[in-house]
Structure formats: structure tokens, C-alpha cells
């Protein structure tokens, strides 16, 4: 009997440890499960041509590419709250933040929209970040529309590995001990944030052959997909921690040749060819502000 009494016991203690440490993570407390959700158009479904659909208020298929992208996010929001979000904010990401409306948002969702830094608006009280509509890097293979930041990027590295968007806001995200649980986009974006984050939920809502074409769902075969997925992530959020970045950090960027630009000599910043400069710091941050 009191051996049953003391296992019984030391359930108890061990079931309360669990739960204190993740209560313990920045971020994820019972009370608030906090969401970051970054927004692209180049990886919704059905997205394939940036000058007939991307380009805003000039593309003959904007409109329709704007309510995709919009199904897309409310689709995410109604699986994160499912999954146990507590509140979640919807980053307007795709080129100068003017893409979405409040009239077609969720109703349960905050929209950040407008110029806005990213790295600005991220703090310790999310609990996790999320990519809608997100793109490969420029150059990966298959990647539909795939390009980092700009056309006239041709690659970046952080401390020697291969980044692109989805690499460097994750790990703009992580300097705030927020991990990333989840990406929508094509295949090869998939397979992207994987390499980093191996047991990440994915929703490939197409497959690209070319750079601008590939394999599309249905557009409510995709959102049901993503929702599906944004659900599982919330539900295993315990089982992620943020990434973790080597220090001190090298970001090496690698222009195009029409696209060679000059950044102001300073401390930690050198450059390495007409095309290629390398930002130093201490931490990913340090270097990050200097890119």
C-alpha cells in the first residue's frame, strides 16, 4: 500500500515538473499561447507568375490572388485556435504590407499591415511563429517564384549554411526564443524550413516544376490542408524549442550582377568581391542589423 501511495506520489511530482517547465518557456504560459503568423504570395496555392498575379494593384489576377492568400490565413487561424492558440497576429508580408484587408480577415485574428520592421514587432510574449504563402529561396531547385528578399539577392548564408526568407526570419524569430512550428507554401519551401527545423508541420499546397509552374490544389483542398496542419503544430507546440544560431554569426551576402550595391564601411561589415559582402557580429541580431 504505501509503496502504491509513494509511486502515486511521485507520478504526481514528476506530471507537475513537466508542466512547470513548459509553462516556464518565454512565450507559453496555460494562460496565453501567442501566435506570429508571417504572410507571402508567392507560395499560396495557385500563385505561379509574379507579374500576371504578385504585383500589387498592377497584376491583371491580383484581386484573385489577394482572396487565395486571405483563405489561406483565415484557414491557419481557425486550426491554430483549434490547436489552442490564445491569440494570434497576421503579419501583411508580401511587398510593402498593403495586401490585406480587415473587412476579410478573421475576426479573430490582428492585422499587422503598413511599413513595417519585422524584427521590430516580434517579442518574448509570442509562443510561436507560423509562414502562410511562404516562398523558397532564389536558386532552389523547383521552387516556384523562389527569390530571397529581392530579385538581386543570389544567395545568402548564415555562418556558412544556405538561407533564404524562410531561414533568416526564423531566425530573427529565435532571438526572441520563439520557435517556428509551421509553413505553408510549395514543396521546395517545405523542404526548406525541414532542414532546419526537421520536425516542423508542413502544407505543401503545390509542387513546382519550373520556376513558374507547377502542381496546384484544389484552393479549399488547400486551406482545409493547412488548417489541418496549423492545428497539429499547436497541438505539439511543447515539442519545439527555437533555433539555435552558432555565435558569433557571419551573414554572407552573394548579389547578382545587375544587382551589385554598395553598403557603408563600418565595423563588422567587409566586402569580399564586386558582388559579395559579409556582416559580423556577436549574436544574429548584431549581424542582421548591419545587413
Not at 510561436?128 to 532564389?138: K, P, S
Not at 550582377?257 to 569580399?272: D, K, S
Request: net charge negative; glycine share 8%.
Amino acid at each position: 500500500m504505501f509503496k502504491a501511495i509513494f509511486l502515486s506520489v511521485l507520478a504526481a511530482l514528476a506530471l507537475i515538473v513537466v508542466i512547470a517547465f513548459e509553462v516556464s518557456r518565454p512565450g507559453l504560459t496555460a494562460q496565453s499561447r501567442k501566435v506570429f503568423i508571417i504572410t507571402d504570395m508567392e507560395g499560396v496555392d495557385g500563385v505561379f507568375d509574379e507579374d500576371l498575379q504578385c504585383v500589387p494593384w498592377k497584376s491583371p489576377r491580383w484581386e484573385e490572388s489577394r482572396k487565395l492568400l486571405t483563405g489561406e490565413i483565415n484557414a491557419a487561424v481557425d486550426g491554430l485556435y483549434e490547436g489552442g492558440a490564445t491569440e494570434v497576429v497576421v503579419l501583411d508580408g508580401h511587398w510593402s504590407g498593403t495586401n490585406l484587408s480587415v473587412m476579410d480577415i478573421h475576426p479573430k485574428a490582428r492585422l499587422l499591415t503598413g511599413s513595417v520592421p519585422r524584427s521590430f514587432t516580434l517579442d518574448r510574449s509570442y509562443s510561436a511563429m507560423i509562414f502562410v504563402g511562404q516562398h523558397a529561396m532564389a536558386g532552389a531547385e523547383k521552387g516556384i517564384l523562389g527569390h530571397t528578399e529581392d530579385l538581386e539577392i543570389q544567395n545568402v548564408w548564415v555562418n556558412s549554411i544556405p538561407v533564404g526568407e524562410i531561414g533568416l526570419n526564423l531566425m530573427v524569430a529565435a532571438s526572441f526564443d520563439i520557435p517556428t512550428i509551421m509553413l505553408s507554401g510549395d514543396t521546395a519551401a517545405c523542404r526548406e524550413l525541414r532542414a532546419l527545423v526537421p520536425q516542423s508541420e508542413c502544407a505543401e499546397v503545390k509542387s513546382g516544376v519550373s520556376r513558374t509552374g507547377g502542381f496546384m490544389l484544389p484552393h479549399s483542398v488547400a486551406c482545409a490542408l493547412i488548417r489541418e496542419k496549423c492545428r497539429r503544430a499547436m497541438e505539439r507546440l511543447g515539442e519545439f524549442k527555437p533555433y539555435q544560431v552558432r555565435t558569433p554569426v557571419e551573414i554572407k551576402v552573394e548579389y547578382t550582377t545587375v544587382g551589385t550595391r554598395e553598403i557603408a564601411p563600418r565595423e563588422g561589415v567587409e566586402r569580399l568581391n564586386d558582388r559579395t559582402w559579409v556582416m559580423r557580429g556577436n549574436n544574429f541580431m548584431d549581424a542582421w542589423y548591419k545587413f
